[in-house]
């Protein structure tokens, strides 16, 4: 079947007309996890907890049999199922077998996991030929493999709603992307009742470039970042938004901290997450400064800022989203509490 837009998409769900089967591709999760939670708000509340299922591909539950036999049962109350599949790329793309041998035991720290072959796939791809009409299946993923007949089969027969984010070729293709992000960017602070200046739109999107994760992660901050304020001026973004600098100084979370400054703290935090550091790591070095410099340049701030830090780390092991459980922590340590005072 051809792409369908978002439009399309938002016409199946506001109809309740949904396909049997769709596909959710691209690198925007946030927009594809956005897009399945409305898919599933079409299911009456109260009958939701017999109607959908929701799966994690090639982990317990979540293999190929299992996701069509999801498919397949019966409606209980209502009058459709629907079954997402998340990390879908796992069956569409899945690891080489080389490569899958190095590094299933340790991927994101998931036990389970498992690797589709040929003959493990057949039921569902009898299944995308000849699906269930009282079912709809969602398979949420973020990379697909065309080559591979199970992908070829998905592409054939489901409605495709591209998640690709900003990336997009040639000059036309650009330019749609950039006035979506821009759209998207309106709404999305709307939904927070703030406006922003066309110049700081425009560099927000610049910074961003291609990458969405990075323009969703800008957003998040600037909205801490002007946290009381209702317009987002160009110098905020200029503060506080990414750039594509690397980290050079592993103190810099600290020092901008001690300096009480709040948007060099952000994006030092930023860098150091992006390059790979631990959370968890930050978190520590924040703790030994707060212990050994704070301590001896301003008593009075220790105590709050350990219970911030506390409040943090055990968050952080709730599997809280430790980005903005992170920022929250920064924001708060270098003067500006947040309402309520909860990481």
């Known amino acids: 079947m051809p792409a369908i837009t978002l439009a399309a998409l938002q016409k199946h769900i506001d109809t309740k007309r949904l396909a049997p089967l769709y596909l959710l591709l691209g690198e925007d999760v946030k927009l594809a996890q956005r897009l399945a939670d409305a898919i599933e708000a079409t299911v009456d509340e109260a009958d939701r907890a017999f109607a959908i299922d ?86 949420v993923a973020t990379e697909a493999d065309k080559s591979r007949r199970l992908t070829k089969r998905v592409l054939e027969h489901a409605q495709v709603v591209d998640c690709g984010g900003l990336s997009a ?51 998040e901050r600037l909205l801490l970042y002007t946290e009381g304020r209702q317009k987002i001026s160009t110098e905020d973004v200029d503060e506080v938004a990414s750039t594509q600098a690397t980290v050079d100084d592993d103190w810099a979370v600290v020092n901008a901290i001690g300096e009480g400054d709040t948007a060099r703290a952000l994006r030092a935090t930023m860098d150091r997450l992006e390059s790979g550091d631990s959370p968890h790591a930050i978190v520590g070095q924040i703790r030994w400064w707060v212990s050994n410099r704070l301590a001896a340049s301003d008593a009075a701030r220790v105590k709050p800022a350990i219970d911030a830090i506390l409040r943090t780390d055990l968050a952080l092991k709730s599997s809280g989203d430790e980005r903005l459980l992170l920022e929250r922590l920064v924001v708060e340590l270098t003067g500006r509490r947040l309402t309520g005072g909860r990481a």
């Open 54 to 139: 929701r799966l994690y591909a090639l982990d317990e539950g979540g293999s190929p049999v299992d996701i069509v036999a999801s498919a397949r049962g019966l409606p209980m109350l209502g009058d459709r199922r629907i079954v997402v599949v998340l990390r879908a790329e796992r069956l569409l793309k899945p690891k080489r077998a080389g490569k899958a041998s190095a590094e299933s035991a340790a991927d994101e720290g998931e036990e389970g996991q498992g690797e589709s072959t040929a003959a493990d796939t057949e039921a569902l791809e009898a299944y995308v030929a000849d699906p269930s009409q009282s079912s709809t299946v969602v398979l």
């Open 169 to 219: 070729t040639g000059p036309a293709g650009r330019r749609e992307a950039r006035g979506a992000a821009a759209q998207w960017l309106r709404d999305e602070l709307a939904r927070s009742g703030k406006a922003i200046e066309p110049g700081a739109l425009n560099l927000l999107v610049d910074r961003a470039g291609s990458d969405i994760t990075r323009l969703r992660g800008d957003v």
